[in-house]
T-cell receptor
Framework: GQQLNQSPQSMFIQEGEDVSMNCTSS?????WLWYKQDPGEGPVLLIA?????ELTSNGRLTAQFGITRKDSFLNISASIPSDVGIYFC????????????FGTGTSLTVIP | EAQVTQNPRYLITVTGKKLTVTCSQN?????MSWYRQDPGLGLRQIYY???????DKGDVPEGYKVSRKEKRNFPLILESPSPNQTSLYFC????????????FGPGTRLTVL
């Protein structure tokens, strides 16, 4: 099955720094979703993107749907300790009903 | 409160003993899915359902069954569990139509001995 390439795999940053991560795919996607997962819990949806070029913010988080429809990025500005966790991208290819593919995750550590 | 619930949250069983993990959503969503999460492999879709009595295979369906007799429930059945099905399982639901946001349950950690 398809897998999304998500990078970086892990990040260690100082509190207050900005963070950027991205996902790429070999196929065109209709939808990109970004999730955060804390240990022992299910992924929580952060941002949903539906159109090529779309740029959407949720507080300090900003995500964009790439114009080629094969990539997306997530930025976190002014990181804080509670941003720690694993971030996943997910994409839905064209004409696949409810089939989603996930990236392997970016583990974020914020050093106070 | 809008949510996806799963039961049990933790389960230890032995090879070959049939088990069912239940999933229920109270958001009247059309679509529901099951995923397994393994280290280094991320989340992989097992099965999904686009409506009552409509199910389809995801990426890793072998060894699993599902049913969708009611809109709110989507149980995952392991007829004869094996150790390679030890994993963290998540159920998710999606409204459908123009809205493809998936909402996840809290997870079920399954260990097959």
């Amino acid at each position: 099955g398809q897998q999304l390439n998500q990078s970086p795999q892990s990040m260690f940053i100082q509190e207050g720094e900005d963070v950027s991560m991205n996902c790429t795919s070999s196929s065109i996607f209709n939808t990109w979703l970004w999730y955060k997962q804390d240990p022992g819990e299910g992924p929580v949806l952060l941002i949903a993107l539906y159109k090529a070029g779309e740029l959407t913010s949720n507080g300090r988080l900003t995500a964009q749907f790439g114009i080629t429809r094969k990539d997306s990025f997530l930025n976190i500005s002014a990181s804080i300790p509670s941003d720690v966790g694993i971030y996943f991208c997910a994409g839905q290819p064209e004409n696949t009903g409810n089939q989603f593919y996930f990236g392997t995750g970016t583990s974020l550590t914020v050093i106070p | 409160e809008a949510q996806v619930t799963q039961n049990p949250r933790y389960l230890i069983t032995v090879t070959g003993k049939k088990l069912t993990v239940t999933c229920s959503q109270n958001m009247n969503h059309e679509y529901m899915s099951w995923y397994r999460q393994d280290p280094g492999l991320g989340l992989r879709q097992i099965y999904y359902s686009m409506n009552v009595e409509v199910t389809d295979k995801g990426d890793v369906p072998e060894g699993y069954k599902v049913s969708r007799k009611e809109k709110r429930n989507f149980p995952l059945i392991l007829e004869s569990p094996s150790p390679n099905q030890t994993s963290l399982y998540f159920c998710a639901s999606t409204q459908g139509g123009s809205y493809n946001e998936q909402f996840f349950g809290p997870g079920t950690r399954l260990t097959v001995l």
